[in-house]
């Protein structure tokens, strides 16, 4: 016996029915969720591609977990316990797995890509949709796949466990991550750091506008990101796509640079500072009371010019050579030697191979920040190791790449400098059991009724 729920979703003007079907078991979960979810992914994914054209779009409660589409309708897991608490876990895997299934009608049953000869083509796109979809149903969605971050344990898994996106379907190992995941973080990756947002977002549409019940191949999708958007793609899919390298960006080194004031007043009072504190030795210091007296000091006659001459003070001479220079300069200069910039040249090394843009963090003295952004054609000379100047007007104190963890960079220990200070490894006073097999305890929802007064455990018991 299946519970059938339904509403109405309004397409272009056109009437489609969201439906679920779902024994009681599946409740309450099910029926507070199901079909509203249905009817999200048919508006979430219409706005990125093309209107949903059929009918109907069905979401069956069949299996415990996991989930299997068909045209229209999809078989779906997320199965409360039976005494109708669930986990956060099982809550997301649900919503997750309906959107996901019934996001299949789109890729690739209207955009009609070979799954079995490129299953990334429709489970990558249909996994990046997926993840959109979800932080529009609820902004703090525990998405898995979607975030640069979350790719980041794949990516530095052995390379030998890894082959391209672009390997035929039946030669690919580390599925998941392989076929699912990295093109949909690829996809983010494009949208949020390479293209912005806008141009992906008309591109992608103009991909599935172009190939709705067609079969594009990938050439199909690669060239038409391209064309749609006017930005030149190949060096993303050359190394997202069609090899394992990773980002692992390091800020080696960074240099500090800045004007020299030029003015005599002030490059001779520090030049005298420099002096007085490089005098400072030890055994100056003991000798100010070994030495009673000095010949000089005894003998007065021993004096003469240059025990008096202060060689820091600034002369006449100093000043006109200064005012002339300072007179000679062209506008821009004047304004630029006025500025008071500061110059730092980050030292970049690309050690995973995969070449990305460089965002980059400064932190100011101030306590400010401001972030620098720069397009992958920064290493288009170099693809190994760059330099980077960034004038600033204040000083920095630390500069971080990649400081929103969009490019997933493998290592991050190595993206600031000066470098963070070490985190110590904590170790527990006692050991604790901890086995993979012990029984889980109670999901939060149990314990919250286990702490409260059995009324409310009574009420909830007969739903
Ligand atoms: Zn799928």
Known sequence: KFIWDAMNV????????????????????WGQYSTQVVAHTLRSYGARTIAYPYPVAISCHATAGGGMEYP??????????????????TKAGMIGVIIHEVGHNFFPMIVNSDERQWSWMDEGLNTFCQYLAEQEWDRNFPSRRGEPQEIVNYMKSAPNTQVPIMASSDNVLQFGPNAYAKPATGLNILRETVMGRELFDYAFKEYARRWAFKSPTPADFFRTMEDASGVDLDWFWKGWFYSIDAADQELTDVQWLAIDPMDPAITK?????????????????????????????KIPEMNDFYNSYDRYAVTEADKKKYTDFVASLSEDEKKLFQSGKNFYTLNLKNNGGLVMPV????????????????????????????????????????????PFYEIADINADNNSYPRQAAQPTRFQLYKQRASPFAPQGPNPMQQQRQSKPSAVQGSQGRN
Do not use: H
């Open 10 to 29: 309004d397409i272009d003007g056109k009437k489609t029915l969201a439906m679920s079907f779902f024994s009681k078991e599946g409740n309450p979960l």
């Open 359 to 402: 965002i980059a963090k400064a932190d100011y003295e101030d306590g400010s920040s401001e972030v620098f952004r720069f397009p992958a054609e920064i290493w288009r000379f170099n693809d190994k190791e760059i330099k980077k100047v960034i004038p600033t007007d204040k000083k920095v104190t630390r500069w971080t790449i990649d």
């Open 269 to 297: 009072a520090a030049a005298k500072a420099e002096a007085d504190r490089r005098k400072r030795t030890l055994a100056v210091e003991r000798n100010k009371t070994d030495i009673k007296q000095t010949v000089v000091e």
């Open 72 to 89: 229209m309708i999809s078989f779906n897991g997320g199965r409360p316990e039976a005494d109708g608490t669930y986990s956060e876990q």
